[in-house]
């Protein structure tokens, strides 16, 4: 998550933005935290481009949405798709091609990965963990979802080290010891809250157990642009739409409404998967008029109007390797996120990847660094009670 100010001097977020309330640990920080949800503008008509009916959008979509819960339906461990990339099941489906387009489009744009470097029973075990009903861009938060990470920092005071990445982790007589450029750190434990990919970079001594080596070299990182579009009115909103498009013929590349009110019109523009990779190397004015252009054919010529047009590019990010997340690449690796939660203690891993809910979410972060840290008390608390009891 992160927040940056646009050209109008708002405070965006460049980063993760969208909840639901079928997101209990986040919905309940938010909430606690006093945040004002806004609720996404959903009223109005979805369009796909190059343009359908309605009717057969919707039937499209219905049938993209029903090749996604026929591929939930395999066990991620049948024997049957051992080595299939989710690009060769999608071709041995029997649907109509404008369906499997849209099937790759929902997909490409979500994980944000080639989908033939993606292996199937991966796909399948991470997309049953995202169990939402309701729409998952449902809310974003008018303070911004980075303000949560803020709020939070905030009551870590001076404890919080920012701008100073560990780049080494060492065995040490406490038990371990955190450096950076600026110093070390001694701890008994340690937990690594970083994408694997990204945790693969640091350097261990001693080096970590090969097989858990081994789980953090199997991701690759997720691509993603994120653009944000101010106009001065919601000019799609008089003609009966919601701002929603989904590109037929550009797999990855989706826009929603993001307007926080009347005064704040907004559409944000996600560019995901290898078009991001396409388009980062394009530079940003040429990006910006690809994106113009697109939003223009499939909204009209107001869409032209542009009042801001502000781009994060996440593709290669340094911190976090890129987004929405890092994903398995190896088709073998099936123990890869048991061994990164086993750890090697009294180093220990967490992040959104290795969450049992809503991995890839500012959910699954919470959740599995809620069972990262109780793990790690709940050690500590036996080791006090032993030493106290002298045994
Ligand atoms: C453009 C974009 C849009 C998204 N949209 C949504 C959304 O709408 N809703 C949603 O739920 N999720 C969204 N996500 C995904 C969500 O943001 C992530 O799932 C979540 O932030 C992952 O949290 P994490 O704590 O696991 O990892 P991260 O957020 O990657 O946190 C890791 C932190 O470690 C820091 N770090 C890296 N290396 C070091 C080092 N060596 N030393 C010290 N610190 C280091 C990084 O700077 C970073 O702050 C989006 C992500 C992006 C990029």
């Keep these: 998550v992160e927040a940056m100010r646009n050209g109008l001097g708002e405070l965006i977020d460049s980063g993760g933005q969208f909840l639901c309330e079928d997101m209990p640990e986040l919905m309940a920080l938010a909430k606690a935290r006093g945040k004002t949800f806004v609720e996404t503008y959903v009223d109005g008509e979805f369009i796909t481009?190059?343009?359908?009916?309605?009717?057969?959008?919707?039937?499209?979509?219905?049938?993209?949405?029903?090749?996604?819960?026929?591929?939930?339906?395999?066990?991620?461990?049948?024997?049957?798709?051992?080595?299939?990339?989710?690009?060769?099941w999608l071709e041995r489906q029997k649907d109509m091609a404008d369906a499997k387009a849209a099937f790759r489009s929902m997909i490409e744009g979500l994980w944000c990965l080639a989908l033939d470097k993606v292996p199937l029973w991966y796909l399948i075990d991470n997309d049953r963990r995202i169990t939402n009903e309701v729409?998952?861009?449902?809310?974003?938060?008018?303070?911004?979802?980075?303000?949560?990470?803020d709020d939070l920092a905030g009551d870590l005071g001076d404890r919080l080290r920012l701008g100073e990445p560990a780049t080494r982790i060492e065995?040490?007589?406490?038990?371990?010891?955190?450096?950076?450029?600026?110093g070390v750190i001694e701890a008994r434990k340690a937990l690594i809250a970083l994408p694997p990919a990204t945790a693969a970079k640091l350097e261990f001594a001693p080096a970590l157990p090969a097989e858990l080596a081994k789980a953090l070299g199997v991701w690759e990182s997720g691509a993603v642009i994120k653009i944000l579009v101010r106009y001065a009115r919601p000019f799609w909103r008089e003609r009966g739409l919601r701002g929603m498009v989904m590109w037929r013929n550009q797999p990855g590349l989706f826009a929603c409404d993001g307007s926080k009110d009347l005064d704040h019109a907004a559409l944000i523009v996600f560019v995901g998967g290898p078009l991001a990779l396409r388009w980062h190397e394009l530079g940003q004015t040429a990006l910006r008029a690809e994106v113009t252009a697109r939003l223009v054919k499939a909204l009209g010529p107001e869409a032209a109007d542009i009042v801001d047009f502000n781009l994060r590019d996440w593709t290669h990010d340094r911190w976090s390797g890129g987004a929405y997340s890092d994903l398995i690449i190896d088709a073998t690796a099936r123990n890869a996120e048991r061994t990164?939660?086993?750890?090697?203690?009294?180093?220990?891993?967490?992040?959104?990847?290795?969450?049992?809910?809503?991995?890839?979410?500012?959910?699954?972060?919470?959740?599995?660094?809620?069972?990262?840290?109780?793990?790690?008390?709940?050690?500590?608390?036996?080791?006090?009670?032993?030493?106290?009891?002298?045994?």
């Design 340 to 391: 990164i939660l086993a750890g090697a203690p009294p180093v220990h891993f967490a992040s959104s990847e290795v969450s049992p809910s809503f991995p890839a979410y500012v959910e699954g972060a919470i959740v599995a660094g809620r069972i990262a840290a109780g793990k790690i008390l709940a050690d500590l608390q036996s080791a006090i009670a032993t030493s106290a009891s002298g045994s």
């Design 171 to 182: 065995h040490g007589q406490q038990g371990v010891r955190v450096v950076s450029a600026r």
């Design 135 to 149: 729409f998952e861009l449902q809310y974003f938060l008018r303070e911004t979802m980075q303000s949560l990470a």
């Design 49 to 88: 481009h190059p343009s359908m009916s309605v009717e057969e959008a919707e039937r499209t979509y219905r049938i993209a949405m029903a090749i996604r819960e026929r591929m939930n339906g395999i066990a991620p461990d049948d024997p049957s798709i051992t080595g299939l990339t989710v690009a060769t």
